[in-house]
Structures are given as C-alpha cells and as structure tokens.
C-alpha cells in the first residue's frame, strides 16, 4: 500500500515521472499528440505504475496533489514543446475526484497563463464513469475548461454504454474527444459492433474519435475504412519516457 507520506514526499523527491504514448494520424503515420501517463520510481530505479496507486492517492486524500503535480509537469512539456516549435498535444488523465476540486480550473489556468502554452494543446481526459453528465458540478466544470480552451476527451469510452441515460445526455456535453476502449479495439476486426455503435455516436456528434490499444495492422486497417484515423497502441509504441519519445517523434519527421 502507497502511503500518504510516500506520495507526498515522492512528489518533493521527484519520484514521479510523465511518460508519453504517441497518438498517432494513421493515415499518415505522423505523430499528432501524446498521453502522458504517471510513472513513479520503484526502489530498483526501475519507473512504473503502482496498480492501486490512483486509487489509493484517491482514498486518503492526495489525489488532488498528485492531480495538480501532473498539471504544472504537463504545462512545463508543453511550453517545452512549444519553445521548440513542436506542435503536438498532450492528454492528461484526470481522476474523478479532481472533477470536484473546486479551484482545478482556475489552477490549471494560473499554469498555462504562466507557461504561456496554447491552452487548445491541453486535452483533459475523463472517463466516462465519472458520468460528468449527471453531477450539476461537473458540468460546470465542463463549462469552465471549454471556456478556458481546454479540450475534454471521454476515456474508456464504451465501458459504461449500458447507461443510456447517460448517452442522451453526453451529446449535448462541451467535449471535443472520444476515446474507444482498448477492449473494443481488440476485439476488431471480428467483433466490430462495439465500435460501429461508437463511431456512429461520433459522427452524429462531430467529435473526434481516438482509438486505444491498437496492436495489429487489421485493426488499423479496420478503423482506417471507416474514418477513425486517430490511433495509439503498441503497433506504434508504448508509453516512452521523455528523451525516447522525442527521439521517436524526430526519427518520424
Ligand atoms: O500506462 P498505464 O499503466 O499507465 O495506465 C494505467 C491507468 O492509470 C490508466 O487507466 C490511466 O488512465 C491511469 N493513469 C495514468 N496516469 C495517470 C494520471 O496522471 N492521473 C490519473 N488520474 N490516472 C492516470
Ligand atoms: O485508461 P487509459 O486509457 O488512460 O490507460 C492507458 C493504458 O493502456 C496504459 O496502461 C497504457 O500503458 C495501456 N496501453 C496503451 N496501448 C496499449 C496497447 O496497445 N495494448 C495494451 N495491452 N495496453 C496498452
Ligand atoms: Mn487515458
Ligand atoms: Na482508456
């Protein structure tokens, strides 16, 4: 178990680390953005992610902390990335409970006004279980972010479908990005039903759609005919810490 203490002494030791997964146009096989996903320095040096780190961040109360941790280390890649004329964006997830943090907007804002990055290169990622559509707060929020230029994607998208009352309320929502759970994407091509209801949402929408988990040529090929162009998964790389993904993204441009 993750303690309080660990966390937040980690985040003062730096500990913790942002590793990116590149998302790709798999049209043109360009790299267009990352996700940056936590990684935390294990006592061997070896960097992962406790599988109950989120969760225990969650339950005792810190996932505010490492949340805003996250913001201020994304902020400073962005205007890292922008000094050098690197036009990429970045996808950070975001847990459910920072959704309640009242101050998260104003944050957030304070870091890109002070980094002065285009804040249309942030994408906040949520997933879809937070149900952001039936919380009067979080839609505020919502609000807030698409007000600030902040781009919402919906993570895990397809997970929680059973919930149709949620699907009728989604369309009318200030979010800019689906992602197709790496579940559905798997299943391709021989169960495509998943993800032909998905696209469909999307398209009536006009959101953009990511897949995630792309592992095989067929399931690129599969989403590429039907206008999913955006992809990440290891067909093209996995999650890279800093210095490899730049060298990935030079060594493809
Ligand atoms: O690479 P992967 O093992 O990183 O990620 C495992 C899970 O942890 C995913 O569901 C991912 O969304 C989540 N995760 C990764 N980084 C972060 C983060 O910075 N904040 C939150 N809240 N979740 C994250
Ligand atoms: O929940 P979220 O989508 O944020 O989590 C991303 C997770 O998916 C990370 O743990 C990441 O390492 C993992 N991931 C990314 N691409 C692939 C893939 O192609 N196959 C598998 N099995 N996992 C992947
Ligand atoms: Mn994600
Ligand atoms: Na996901």
Redesign the pocket.
Same mark, same amino acid.
């Given at each position: 178990l993750t303690q309080e203490f660990d966390i937040l002494q980690g985040i003062e030791e730096g500990k913790f680390a &942002?590793?990116l997964?590149p998302q790709i146009d798999m049209r043109s096989g360009e790299v267009i953005g990352a996700e940056?996903?936590?990684?935390m320095q294990q006592p061997d040096g070896s960097w992962?992610?406790p599988s109950d780190l989120?969760v225990n961040a969650e339950e005792i109360g810190v996932?505010n902390a490492?949340?805003r941790w996250?913001f201020e280390e994304s902020c400073r890649l962005l205007a890292d990335w922008q000094q050098r004329g690197i036009e990429l964006t970045l996808s950070?997830? &975001?847990?459910p409970i920072?959704l309640r943090d009242a101050d998260m907007v104003t944050h957030l804002r304070e870091h890109i006004d002070r980094h002065n990055i285009t804040p249309g290169s942030l994408v906040l990622?949520i997933?879809e279980t937070a149900q952001v559509g039936e919380s009067d707060h979080a839609l505020h929020l919502l609000q807030a972010l698409h007000e600030a230029g902040i781009s919402v994607a919906l993570?895990?998208f397809g997970m929680g479908y059973a919930n149709l009352n949620w699907l009728n309320q989604f369309k009318s929502l200030p979010i800019s990005k689906i992602k197709i759970d790496r579940s559905f994407v798997s299943a391709l091509p021989d169960d495509d039903t998943m993800v032909r209801i998905v696209a469909s949402i999307a398209a009536i929408s006009k959101l953009d759609v990511v897949a995630e988990g792309i592992e095989t040529e067929a399931q690129r090929d599969w989403l590429l005919a039907r206008d999913i162009y955006i992809g990440q998964g290891y067909l093209y790389s996995e999650?890279l810490p800093r210095g490899q993904f730049d060298r990935y993204y030079f060594s493809l441009g």
């Open positions: &942002l590793w997964q940056a996903l936590l990684r992962c992610l989120i996932i490492l949340g996250v950070v997830n &975001l847990s920072q990622e997933t993570d895990d999650p």
